[in-house]
DNA sequence: TGGGTCATGTAACCTGTTACATGATTAG
DNA sequence: CTAATCATGTAACAGGTTACATGACCCA
C-alpha cells in the first residue's frame, strides 16, 4: 500500500525521495504515516521491480539527488491497484484497545482521558490543515479533477474529527452515569447496568 | 499494543493460546485483528517477560492445552500500559489512500466504487454484532463495571459505520456534480472547481 | 557559530501476514 | 465419512519503527 501511494505521487511527475517525503507529510500524512527510511527502502525494491526509473541529478548550492520517475510498468502496477476488488480493512485503534480494558482503573481518570481526547481531536491537525489544504489546492488547480479527489479524503479527516469528538462526549455522560451510581450503591441500592438501546 | 490486549483479556481470567483467539475474534475484532500466528508467538515473549505463566492442562476428550495466568509483574505493566500518555495515532485507511489517487479512473467507476463501500459498511459485520454483543454483555454481568467500557468501543464503532456512510453519500454526490460540469465542459464552458466551504 | 533545510541512506528490531504442518474428537 | 471444533505451533516474508550516520549550504 505504501508503494502504491509512492507510485501515485511519482505518476504526478518525478520526485526524489526527499520530495516525496515532503509531499507524504502535507497531504497523505492525514491518512498514513511513512518514515523516511521506509520510503527509501521502498523506493529501492520499487525500481527493482521496474515500476520506477531513477536519474541522478546534479544541483548547484544543494546536494545532488535521485529523482524517481514512473515506468510503463509502474503505471500499469498503479492502475491495477486502483481497481482492484478487496482493500485490506485495516482496522488498528489503539485508544479502543484502551477504552476496552479501561475498567482496571478509576472512573475519574478515565473521564480525565476522554475530556483530553476530545480537546485535542486525534485526527491530524486541524491548525496546520487550512494551510495546508489551500497549498494542496492550489497546485492542484492544474489539474481540476483531481482537486475533488482530495477534497473528499479532507471532508473525511473532518467527519471522523467530529464523531470523535461526539463520541467522547458520550462516553464522558456515560462515565459520569457510571459515577453517579457507584455513589448511590454507597448508600446500599442493587447494582444493574442497564444494556437496553440508549442509541448512541 | 498487541501484547496488552492479550494481557488484558488474561487479566480477567487464565487463558489458553487458542481462547485468547477466539475472544479476540468477537469482542477486541473490531478494532484490532491478529492471526493465531502472532497470538502464539507473542505469548512466547511475554512469558519471557515474566508478564504471564504457563501451565500444562490435560483434557479428556480434547487436546492438551497450555493455559497462561498473569503474574503481578503483568498487571503492573497493564495498569502502566493504561496510564501511559501517548497512544500511537496508527491512522492507516487504506481506502482514502485509493481515493485520494482515485483520479486515474473514470469517474463513473469512482461512483460506483463509493455505492459499493456505502453498501458494505467497511467496519465489521453488522449482522454479527447483535449475538456478539448480547453474549459479552452476559459475561460481563459479573462485573458490570466492566460492560460499560465495552460498550463504549461498540458505540464506537456504529457511530463510525454510520460516518463512514455518510461519507460515502458525500463522495458519490461530488462526483455526480463533476460528472454533469464535465458533460457542460462539452458544450464548451470554462472549467473551474470550486473550493469553497460547502462543509461536508 | 548554531540551527534549519536539503539530501541520502544503513542496521537492527518489532509487528503483522501468509503459508504450512499436525492430529484428536465430535456431530451430522 | 466428512466437516467443524479444539489445539499448537514454525518459517518465511512483508511492512513499520527507532536509532544512527553524514555532510553541505544558508540565514540569523
Given at each position: 500500500m505504501l508503494k502504491h501511494g509512492i507510485l501515485g505521487l511519482i505518476s504526478y511527475g518525478s520526485l526524489s525521495g526527499y520530495e516525496i517525503m515532503t509531499v507524504f507529510r502535507d497531504s497523505l500524512n492525514h491518512f498514513w504515516t511513512a518514515q523516511t527510511s521506509q520510503i527509501y527502502r521502498e523506493l529501492q525494491t520499487m525500481e527493482?521491480?521496474?515500476?520506477?526509473?531513477?536519474?541522478?541529478?546534479?544541483?548547484?548550492?544543494?546536494?545532488?539527488?535521485?529523482?524517481?520517475?514512473?515506468?510503463?510498468?509502474?503505471?500499469?502496477e498503479l492502475l491495477r491497484w486502483l481497481r482492484e476488488g478487496d482493500l485490506p480493512a485495516n482496522t488498528r485503534l489503539p485508544f479502543l484497545m484502551k477504552t476496552f480494558f479501561m475498567g482496571e482503573l478509576p472512573v475519574e481518570e478515565n473521564i480525565a482521558f476522554f475530556?483530553?481526547?476530545?480537546?485535542?481531536?486525534?485526527?491530524?491537525?486541524?491548525?496546520?490543515?487550512?494551510?495546508?489544504?489551500?497549498?494542496?489546492?492550489?497546485?492542484?488547480?492544474?489539474?481540476?479533477?483531481?482537486?475533488?479527489?482530495?477534497?473528499?479524503?479532507?471532508?473525511?479527516?473532518?467527519?471522523?474529527?467530529?464523531?470523535?469528538?461526539?463520541?467522547?462526549?458520550?462516553?464522558?455522560?456515560?462515565?459520569?452515569a457510571l459515577q453517579r451510581m457507584k455513589s448511590a450503591q454507597g448508600q446500599g441500592s442493587a447494582v444493574t447496568v442497564d444494556i437496553e438501546e440508549e442509541e448512541p
Open positions: 527493482k521491480a521496474g515500476w520506477i526509473s531513477e536519474t541522478h541529478v546534479a544541483q548547484t548550492g544543494k546536494p545532488d539527488k535521485n529523482v524517481f520517475s514512473i515506468t510503463p510498468a509502474g503505471r500499469d475530556r483530553a481526547m476530545r480537546d485535542e481531536h486525534v485526527f491530524p491537525d486541524e491548525g496546520k490543515k487550512a494551510s495546508s489544504d489551500a497549498e494542496m489546492y492550489r497546485k492542484a488547480m492544474k489539474d481540476p479533477e483531481k482537486a475533488v479527489y482530495w477534497k473528499l479524503t479532507i471532508a473525511f479527516g473532518q467527519m471522523y474529527e467530529k464523531m470523535q469528538r461526539e463520541w467522547c462526549e458520550y462516553c464522558i455522560g456515560e462515565l459520569e
